[in-house]
């Protein structure tokens, strides 16, 4: 049997909304019944996104950040977007250590966590319209609801 849903939300980009977005991605795959290992590596993902967009898409100002999540079978398609300055230097951003933010004391982890927690992950950025996080996990629980 194929098994499909999908949900999608838009918040303030306040930090203390990094939380609420672990809560509801948590709910939302809690229906494939991960295990605790799987449903903290993907928590922890879509934590790092979601303060990423914060911190360095919106800089001080205030946006949104849009969170759209689809399952198909036993994988999980997660999209952290938003629309704020867009990250110049994808590659030098994606190093491991590196941050635009060393005086907020930012470790400059976040896409490697990212990329050690999901099975994949792309970024689309464009100066001034936005980032576009796009992370894929197989849910090793289940062969298929």
Excluded at 84 to 96: C, N, Q
Aim: net charge negative; with cysteine.
């Amino acid at each position: 049997m194929k098994y499909e849903n999908e949900m999608n939300i838009e918040f303030s980009s306040k930090s203390q909304n990094e939380s609420f977005a672990r809560v509801v991605i948590a709910a939302f795959v809690a229906q494939l019944d991960p295990t605790l290992e799987e449903l903290s590596d993907i928590k922890t993902a879509v934590s790092e996104a979601v303060t990423n967009a914060i911190i360095h898409g919106y800089d001080e100002y205030h946006g949104h950040v849009h969170m759209y999540c689809k399952i198909t079978d036993n994988k999980v398609y997660i999209e952290i977007k938003d629309f704020g300055k867009g990250i110049s230097d994808i590659e030098k951003a994606r190093e491991p250590l590196y941050t635009s933010k060393p005086e907020l004391e930012r470790s400059g982890m976040g896409f490697t966590v990212m990329e050690t927690f999901m099975d994949e992950v792309e970024v689309e950025t464009t100066a001034g319209v936005g980032t576009k996080i796009i992370m894929r996990k197989k849910i090793a629980s289940i062969e298929n609801v």
